[in-house]
């Protein structure tokens, strides 16, 4: 059956040969001002990338000429920063990652779970801590100047609850009302009205840190395979998914009914662009992790070009460590740390290395004194990373020593993360924190990039 | 012999049933039909089926209303969202029944069941056709449940289990055995009729939650703080609101020693019980009170503390209206609650009879919600496991909340689990959609007749008018595509099909 303006191919790396970069133009469908793709004239262009074997379609409004493809597909590659912030999800033990062997109280408080004796990596800027050796793979990236180090970021008044700490760092802002993220408030200022690609949970739901008021964000749990089946084919289902996409198009005041329908246009805005998003190959070898599978999956989406900017995703393993910390810890980091590792390689190979940042991060650090049960109960400050390429390698803030500890017994802060995101917004984004991360102009600025 | 030779004959005269929304209850008309020629006049086209009465649109911002009970209309669409919030949305026919009956005795028939509850319909099975094996086979948990729900004459009891699942969340991930996660739920089960002091210390001591919080880790030698802090900021008492201090969990923590279990290679974590030797018997300052307090002490201290019953109206109020109550309204409810000895029946009760239920804002259901009343409104029983990763890609599988604070009820829709509501649309359709590809399809339906034989299909879900017209409108778009004799049938089939996916995938079908 041929209908018309369906399925004209062209050779992505054509395209890249040909295209000169122009300001101001992003992906088909990205920026504002470019018609939705609701079901009039809607046409599928293909776009296969050579290269990496990739085949991606993206959707675009028919009457749009093809040049603005081609030149928004270079902007896009050549000059957008990315940011892919990793979540360890349940407050991970700080004192585990960086171990402070070199601080006397350390082997009193953790006489189970304390590195034996000469193990684990130096720590160039203190040789007071050592890396876990799990994360000789992150010790390795720090080593050729590619990890910022927060050896102890939290804020002040620690909040030892889940929920509320992985909220404030969430939201951006100490609020336990706040209602977006830090990463969707900048998508609100800075985002498109029809791209939910720029805010991209790698996961099965959608990130709180990229919640927005209301430009259209998205979560995908695999980067390949995301299409929706039905029992019609073409050209039915082309008028079911028209239909689809007009039901999530209608206006409402109801909270609940806009979400609905703001979640069924993202959905098929995403199902049109990675529908034929298909089997890639990696030029590094990944771990097998959940995580390595999903940095891969992200890798082959920038290599070809996808309209990226914010990713979230959460990292293998559990760290809320209660008992016996080191069965789940151990393997967990090294997951981790490989698969951030093997991410790093990757986009090194691409040539992205200078558009990608990476941010690991967790709620909370764990108490420094270890429980009965082999564990560790909540603490405060913890540990967080920044890994790149254009990442600084210079440590903030110092480690604070285990002997003047909070009155809960918890390690103390010497940064702020809400410092961390001002920085990231200020140096990566070039965009001002101030209508974003509320108190911005309180807190330091810590350098982070190169 | 070709697969045409076997082609029925074609019968010129035939009945046609119709499902049609009366306005009060749907009703079934028969009609002779006479089947017309090539060439012969088609049948006069329709504006399409009837539309139902749009459901009443709050004005927003909302203005919650003060405590009182619902006066207004209480008809299909009141009725339905009463079944699709305190049950699992309706049968075909249920929402009418109940309009019938008015809403208080709407919602007392729903709460105050007669009786055993009884599972009627074919019994659940597996893909095989094996029945399930809920203590052993990975998912059947889920299944076993879901079951439970698509099947009960007494759903509310199941959704205020599940309402309690969310609560108390458990995570079968940290637990031994399925069987331990579904002892537990016949605890949060009976939760709903007893108080609220009642249910936990039942679940302080359940060996499930003993082992998801480190409960039977925790003795006097080496405290475990993990389910005293749970207890206090998400069961009983709430975080940041100044009901406990960091130095009332390590106490509460202390005072809740003494549980323990064996260790069994094969099973698991067994023979839970309090071992005195295990307790901490010196004196502990909780709330500063001071004591020697044990479990139970812990269990009364927190359920009596002056800021538990509002965190306790709010939190089941929340499950039901999502928007916050008035402050008279809340006032109320905590009266109530307290004047009835912490009973949680009476609240709820309340909050299903309060203007605030019917005429409030639209919420989402919850994903196993969807699916459910999906195979509620089609009548199908469980035959698959595929409703195990369907609905954990949908973000929620049973026993398998994300972590001890429950599901995120306000974030439910999202690109991907938008996905896999759409998937178990497809896949509830397997045995529903009809086969483009025989012969059977009638090759001569009007878009009226498509749209009315989808809906009807599903009972006659409540859509908005808007959507109904967007369905009418795919409908009549198909036939230009209508070439040739031979694409009519599975054309039209594909329709019936696209319409039967569209109807449950709605924005409105996502919300109750």
């Known amino acids: 059956m041929n209908r018309p303006g369906c399925c004209d191919n062209y050779t992505r790396s054509r395209l890249f040969r040909s295209a000169a970069a122009q300001a101001g133009q992003g992906l088909p469908q990205i920026e504002s001002g470019m018609p939705m793709p609701a079901g009039t004239g809607l046409t599928r262009r293909g776009f296969i990338a050579g290269a990496a074997g990739l085949a991606l379609a993206v959707y675009g409004a028919g009457k749009t000429p093809l040049p603005f493809f081609e030149d928004g597909i270079a902007e896009a590659a050549q000059s957008d920063r990315i940011l892919v912030s990793i979540f360890l999800d349940g407050g991970a033990d700080a004192l585990s990652l960086l171990a402070p062997v070199g601080h006397p109280r350390y082997r009193e408080l953790r006489p189970v779970l304390a590195l034996d004796e000469g193990d684990g990596i130096a720590f160039t800027e203190d040789p007071s801590l050592r890396w876990h050796p799990s994360a000789a793979a992150l010790a390795q990236l720090y080593g050729e100047g590619k990890v910022t180090v927060f050896p102890a970021v939290g804020y002040t008044d620690p909040n030892q609850s889940h929920f509320t700490s992985r909220h404030f760092w969430e939201v951006g802002e100490l609020d336990t009302d706040a209602r977006t993220g830090w990463m969707g408030r900048y998508l609100d200022l800075v985002g498109s009205e029809t791209n939910p690609l720029q805010g991209l949970s790698l996961s099965s739901s959608l990130s709180p840190s990229l919640a927005t008021l209301d430009k259209p964000v998205a979560a995908v749990e695999g980067i390949t395979g995301y299409d929706l089946w039905s029992h019609a084919s073409e050209p039915v289902s082309d008028e079911m998914f028209r239909s689809f996409t007009n039901m999530g198009s209608m206006k409402s005041q109801s909270p609940a009914l806009d979400d609905s329908r703001r979640a069924i246009r993202a959905t098929n805005i995403v199902r049109q662009t990675l529908a034929n998003f298909g089997d890639f190959e990696s030029p590094v070898i990944y771990p097998e992790a959940r995580l390595g599978t999903q940095l891969s999956g992200l890798a082959a989406l920038l290599g070809a070009g996808m309209p990226l900017h914010l990713v979230s995703v959460t990292a293998d393993g559990a760290y809320d460590t209660h008992s016996a910390q080191v069965e789940e810890f151990d393997g967990a980091i090294k997951a981790t740390c490989d698969s951030i590792l093997a991410f790093q390689r990757d986009l090194e190979a691409r040539g992205l290395q200078d558009r990608v940042l990476v941010q690991v991060w967790s709620e909370f650090g764990r108490r420094p004194e270890e429980n009965g049960s082999a564990g560790t109960d909540h603490g405060a400050a913890g540990v967080a990373f920044l890994i790149g390429s254009r990442a600084s390698g210079r440590m903030v803030g110092e480690f604070p020593g285990l002997v003047n500890l909070d009155e809960d017994d918890n390690l103390r802060h010497t940064s702020d993360f809400r410092a961390m995101y001002c920085s990231i917004l200020e140096q990566w984004f070039g965009h001002e924190a101030a209508p974003i991360i509320p108190g911005a102009a309180g807190f330091a600025r810590p350098v982070l990039i190169k | ?512």
Not at chain 2, 12 to 37: A, M, N, P, Q
Not at chain 2, 118 to 124: E, H, M, R, S, V
Not at chain 2, 152 to 177: I, K
Not at chain 2, 410 to 427: C, N
């Open chain 2, 1 to 512: 012999m070709s697969a045409r030779a076997g082609k029925k004959k074609r019968i010129r005269v035939y009945h046609r049933e119709r499902w049609v929304d009366s306005g009060e209850g749907v009703v079934r008309l028969r009609k002779k039909v006479i089947r017309r020629r090539k060439g012969e006049k088609a049948p006069r086209k329709g504006p399409g089926p009837r539309p139902l009465p749009r459901p009443q649109e709050p004005t927003y911002p909302w203005k919650p209303q003060p405590f009182g009970t619902y006066k207004g209309r209480f008809g299909r669409l009141e009725a339905t969202r009463l079944l699709n919030r305190a049950g699992f949305g309706p049968a075909p026919g249920q929402a009418e029944e109940l309009a019938r009956l008015g809403m208080k005795k709407a919602v007392l028939s729903l709460t105050r069941p007669k009786g055993k509850a009884k599972l009627t319909g074919p019994a659940p099975v597996d893909q095989e056709g094996l029945p399930l094996a809920p203590f052993d086979s990975w998912g059947h948990d889920h299944l076993w449940w879901l079951d439970r729900m698509v099947r009960t004459d007494q759903p509310f009891r199941e959704r205020m289990a599940l309402v309690f699942h969310d609560w108390f969340a458990t995570s079968r991930s940290g637990v031994s055995q399925q069987r331990q996660m579904i002892d537990q739920y016949w605890t949060l089960r009976a939760g709903v009729n007893g108080t609220f002091d009642d249910l936990v210390v039942r679940i302080t001591k359940d060996p499930a939650m003993l082992q998801w919080l480190n409960g039977g880790d925790n003795n006097k030698w080496s405290p475990n703080e993990n389910y005293a802090r749970e207890l206090m900021e998400l069961f009983t008492l709430g975080a940041d609101r100044g009901a406990y201090t960091e130095d009332d969990i390590r106490e509460a923590a202390r005072a809740l020693t003494g549980w323990r279990y064996d260790w069994d290679e094969n099973l698991g974590a067994v023979n839970f019980r309090f071992d005195p030797e295990y307790h901490d018997e010196e004196s502990k300052k909780i709330f500063s009170r001071k004591g020697n307090w044990n479990w139970r002490d812990v269990c009364r201290l927190c359920v009596t503390h002056k800021l538990h019953a509002s965190f306790f109206v709010d939190k089941l109020w929340s499950y039901f209206v999502p928007a916050a109550p008035s402050t008279n309204t809340r006032k109320a409810l905590i009266r109530l609650y307290l004047e009835s000895d912490r009973k949680v029946l009476p609240v709820v009760e309340a909050i299903l009879q309060h203007p605030d239920f019917y005429r409030g804002p639209p919420m989402v259901k919850p994903p196993v919600v969807f699916n459910a009343s999906l195979l509620r409104s089609l009548g199908l029983p469980i035959e698959t496991n595929d409703w195990i990763w369907l609905c954990d890609g949908a973000g929620q599988e049973l026993f398998m909340p994300p972590n001890v604070s429950g599901w995120d009820d306000d974030r439910w829709l999202d690109t991907s689990t938008v996905r896999f509501r759409w998937m178990m649309v497809t896949y509830a359709l397997d045995k529903v959609h009809a086969d483009p590809w025989d012969d059977s399809y009638r090759d001569s339906e009007t878009t009226r007749e498509a749209v009315n034989r989808a809906l009807g299909t599903y009972g006659w879900p409540a859509l908005r008018s808007d959507h109904q017209a967007e369905l009418i409108a795919m409908a009549n778009r198909i036939p230009a595509y209508i070439q040739d004799e031979w694409q009519a049938r599975p054309y039209l089939a594909m329709r019936q099909n696209a319409l039967l996916q569209l109807i449950p995938s709605c924005p409105d079908f996502q919300l109750s």
